[in-house]
């Protein structure tokens, strides 16, 4: 699995920028075929499909690559169809790089159901999961909206993508740095601009439409709770 996940022409707002979607299978196929230098017939069968498939496979990914660093696109990896050798389906990238040992950070005002927003949620219930089981949990005081609109007086509308202004970015930090000893967030909803905050601090968001903490974080440490990107605004 790719560590990074969004790229993009340095100085430009990304609210300026069109972007191109590259999967995790076309990842795959540039990364055997031109990192690797293998031959067609060895990348195909390491991605267990026909060697015409790879190649329509490969020359899709090279052309949104030449595309985006040509035209001064984005490029933002995610989805696909695809399972990890020896393992089951992925369902979100987290599954792939689960931990013995880490710490669950999760959303909410009672202490009981998750936030359905994460900006405005009060509350970080965290859980310290070993070996796949909790081991401890505690109650953090969160940053949300409401704190940040009585410190500037007011509130301020953004245009272009949600959350990734200079100020949005700001906010996003002093939320983060009560949780940056976790590996994991959940939460019901956030922005495009949290989350790829979130990411850079070593945060991994999962948004969920689960309402219960307990159930959701059983299914996280599973590895069978879906992280619904398309819940991202």
Avoid: W
Wanted: proline share 4%.
């Amino acid at each position: 699995m790719p560590g990074f996940t969004y790229y993009k022409p340095a100085g430009v707002p990304l609210r300026f920028l069109d972007e191109v979607c590259l999967s995790i299978e076309e990842l795959e196929s540039v990364r055997l075929k031109d990192l690797e230098d293998l031959d067609q017939e060895h990348c195909a069968r390491r991605m267990n499909i026909s060697r015409p498939t790879f190649q329509r496979v490969l020359g899709s990914a090279r052309k949104k690559i030449a595309e985006a660093l040509l035209k001064g696109k984005a490029i933002r990896i995610e989805g696909g169809a695809y399972e990890l050798e020896s393992q089951p389906p992925v369902i979100n990238n987290l599954n792939m790089r689960r931990k013995n040992n880490m710490k669950i950070a999760v959303v909410t005002d009672d202490e009981i159901t998750i936030c359905q927003h994460f900006g405005r949620a009060s509350l970080y219930m965290v859980f310290t999961a070993q070996d796949g089981k909790i081991t401890g949990k505690e109650k953090r005081p969160k940053m949300g909206h409401s704190h940040f609109a009585t410190a500037e007086g007011t509130q301020h509308e953004h245009s272009g993508p949600h959350g990734f202004d200079a100020a949005s970015q700001k906010k996003h930090a002093s939320m983060a740095e009560t949780i940056a000893d976790c590996q994991v967030l959940i939460t019901g909803g956030m922005g495009r601009g949290a989350y790829e905050s979130l990411r850079s601090y070593k945060i991994e968001p999962v948004i969920t439409d689960i309402q219960n903490i307990d159930e959701a974080i059983k299914l996280q440490l599973e590895g069978k709770l879906p992280n619904l990107v398309d819940r991202l605004h």
